[in-house]
């Protein structure tokens, strides 16, 4: 009997601690070294990312409302540290709607000093867990400072992550007793996006974990918040550029280590 080979990608999530008000996960992405060039295609998480490569060096994935195509190759490890929505500014010296949809290779001289023993540690391949406290002992450097999220951000989006999308932004603005005009511009301000986009994702992320077990699509499109089961697939279409069962096949062809909930 032939040994099945492991899957080409693996990628694994580590919860936070000391960080938890704004970190969502520290995460591990990497590639097996026999596999040649390929383009890896990342889902949009409504989040912006600091990350690690080797060889690479620092860098931000900014908040998706698209997938985003990254040239990849046998033998790559990546690193890295997910903020919740509106959090990253209280960290990074980038303003979050020039990320939007963007991936950016950045510096330590651009981003702080405090990076430098994230990239001392990192280069030696530790392990998730020892990766996750080296990323949580630098950033109590730069969150020292005392700077807060926006609150009413802060409220609106992790309202919008525990419904898993399934609300209407019109509804959000009065629970927080702010104009619908407001919240969108605050909401952009601090994260990159608007909340129905954040809704948009949290739909397609939450409903995907659930086809993961059971590709059930019309059942899935009625629990998930869509009308009916042609707009689950248009939204799949739109955010992961691939109908639900092409989405499945990519998703199936990574090794899932340890996963966080803290996304909905």
């Not at 080797?54 to 900014?62: E, K, L, P, R, T």
């Not at 998706?64 to 903020?83: A, M, N, Y």
């Not at 949809?101 to 030696?124: C, F, K, T």
Request: some cysteine; proline content about 8%.
């Amino acid at each position: 009997m032939q040994t099945q080979p492991k899957p080409p990608i693996y990628y694994g999530e580590t919860a936070p601690c000391e960080t938890g008000d704004y970190v969502t996960c520290y995460w591990h992405w990497r590639v097996r070294a026999d596999i040649g060039p390929f383009t890896h295609s990342i889902p949009p998480d409504g989040s912006i990312s600091l990350w690690f490569v080797h060889g690479v060096g620092f860098g931000v994935m900014g908040p998706q409302t698209q997938p985003l195509s990254v040239p990849s190759r046998g033998g790559d490890r990546c690193w890295g540290v997910r903020f919740w929505p509106g959090a990253a500014g209280c960290v990074l010296p980038f303003d979050p709607k020039t990320l939007r949809n963007r991936m950016r290779v950045s510096s330590i001289a651009e981003i702080g000093d405090w990076l430098e023993p994230v990239r001392d540690g990192l280069i030696a391949d530790p392990s998730e867990s020892d990766a996750a406290q080296l990323w949580e002992q630098a950033l109590a450097e730069p969150l020292s400072k005392k700077q807060s999220v926006d609150p009413i951000v802060a409220e609106a989006s992790t309202t919008i992550l525990r419904l898993a999308g399934k609300l209407t932004i019109a509804e959000l603005g009065p629970s927080l007793k702010i104009s619908a005009r407001q919240l969108r511009r605050r909401f952009r301000s601090a994260t990159g996006l608007n909340p129905k986009e954040l809704a948009r994702i949290a739909r397609v992320r939450t409903s995907l974990m659930d086809a993961l077990f059971r590709e059930e699509w019309a059942q899935l499109a009625a629990e998930h918040g869509f009308a009916d089961q042609a707009h689950l697939i248009r939204e799949y279409q739109r955010a992961l550029g691939d109908p639900p069962q092409q989405a499945m096949r990519r998703l199936r062809a990574i090794r899932h280590g340890a996963l966080t909930a803290n996304q909905g």
